[in-house]
């Protein structure tokens, strides 16, 4: 499934490992020396994060600040950030397939592997967000899509913004995919654009082994791919324009 | 049928979360006032269902890798409940994807902006790109139809108040007025 107009605006590729891995600040620049002719512009980021708590009193938020390193390709189209148990890839656009972006998964994995042991992964996903642009100020939704608001016949049939969303469950609850299809803000005249996300996730903590995360992966990939091929109509295909 | 563009609300199929703790005494505090501004402009501005979804996603970036839907969905309440301009989406929307560290930056001086100008001028993201040298960077254009004659002061007060979160990041944003009337 190879496109002249790929929609994909990004591929993410996020692992987080553990309490058990261990972890110290050196372990960001340790990574940056090794991939630094790939990805030489080295950027910190301080960032924020939620930990929900359960407690006596119901569900507390503790605000956490956090030092993430980015390291991106000199044309800043992909980038490794790595961060307290945490090493994610991403891939913007123009994307030219898994091809190319699974050996940098492996790259930097394999590279964080060297550097710590890696013993064990919370969590792990895949994801996909792809722009979608569609000529025209109105349209039937089920001409383009195969996933999208159904509203049933006694209910108005024009809508506005949407978002709509399902969580799909694989291999007896161990994976969960997540499917989003929300309007986006048209960057063509008399378009209409959506964003359709695909995150494949790892839900249960440790029961996939370090060394088949990447078989996961690919596993991961071949789901998504499946999934969008179903969301999505022959022609809308043909606003990507086929080239296989 | 459906009808595009639009102005509406989103469904709210996720759990709603309130961040009503958040200790805005954090020392990144512009980042802590951007929350409270967006907080408080659409308490004062929108009904609870529109507002808790915009407060869910905004509040998605921390947290949260910013990603390509995270960058999108905010530029799209800048527009839809904001009133921001876009002339050229894309060209913002690739900026940002690509100089990420300015993001939260970015919102923050947009919402600066139209806390000082609001309804008094068109209001509109745009990407500059120099003519004379390899330079772009993201804008925000104050456009009026009669122009006040502190508008310079207020802006500088607007840049003033962000221009020091700008250091070390790779992404430039800035807040001017061409002087031309509002754009149609």
Not at chain 1, 6 to 33: H, M, N, Q
Not at chain 2, 22 to 43: K, S
Not at chain 2, 114 to 127: P, V
Request: proline residues 5%.
């Amino acid at each position: 499934m190879k496109y002249k107009n790929p929609p994909i605006v990004e591929a993410i590729c996020e692992f987080r490992f553990s309490k058990e891995t261990k972890w110290d600040l050196t372990i960001p620049g340790s990574v940056y020396e090794k991939v630094k002719d790939q990805f030489p512009n080295k950027e910190n980021r301080l960032e924020q994060e939620v930990i929900l708590k359960a407690g006596e009193t119901g569900v507390n938020q503790d605000l956490v600040a956090s030092q993430k390193a980015l390291m991106l390709s000199s044309d800043r189209s992909s980038l490794i950030q790595v961060g307290q148990h945490l090493l994610s890839i991403n891939h913007l656009k123009p994307y030219v397939g898994w091809e190319s972006f699974k050996p940098k998964i492996q790259m930097a994995y394999d590279t964080l592997s060297e550097i710590t042991e890696i013993n064990g992964i919370d969590r792990m996903a895949l994801v996909y967000i792809d722009r979608i642009e569609i000529p025209g100020n109105r349209i039937h939704m089920e001409d383009y899509f195969k996933f999208y608001p159904h509203l049933g016949a006694e209910l108005p049939q024009d809508h506005n913004s949407f978002m709509v969303g399902v969580q799909l469950p694989y291999h007896n609850n161990r994976d969960f995919c997540k499917l989003q299809l929300t309007s986006a803000m048209a960057t063509k005249k008399d378009h209409v654009a959506f964003l359709m996300t695909t995150e494949y996730s790892l839900a249960k903590k440790n029961a996939i082994p370090s060394d088949k995360a990447l078989e996961w992966m690919e596993a991961a990939h071949a789901i998504i791919r499946q999934l969008f091929k179903g969301c999505i109509t022959e022609k809308l295909e043909d606003i990507f324009v086929r080239l296989d | 049928m459906t009808e595009y563009p639009v102005i509406g609300f989103y469904g709210n199929y996720r759990p709603t979360r309130t961040f009503d703790n958040i200790p805005f005494e954090d020392p990144e505090t512009w980042r802590a006032r951007l929350y409270g501004h967006i907080d408080f402009r659409l308490q004062n501005t929108f009904v609870e269902s529109s507002l808790s979804e915009f407060i869910f996603n905004f509040k998605d970036i921390v947290g949260n890798t910013i990603n390509a839907a995270t960058i999108e969905q905010s530029l799209l309440y800048l527009q839809h409940y904001l009133g921001f301009r876009f002339s050229h989406p894309g060209e913002v929307i690739d900026y940002l994807q690509k100089h990420r560290g300015i993001y939260d930056l970015t919102l923050y001086a947009c919402t600066l902006t139209e806390e000082e100008f609001g309804s008094r001028a068109q209001i509109s993201l745009e990407l500059y790109k120099d003519p004379e040298i390899d330079d772009q960077y993201l804008t925000i254009y104050v456009r009026q139809n009669e122009y006040e004659p502190d508008i310079i002061k207020k802006i500088d007060a607007i840049c003033k108040e962000y221009a020091s979160a700008m250091t070390g990041e790779e992404g430039y944003i800035l807040v001017t007025t061409d002087f031309h009337p509002p754009l149609e």
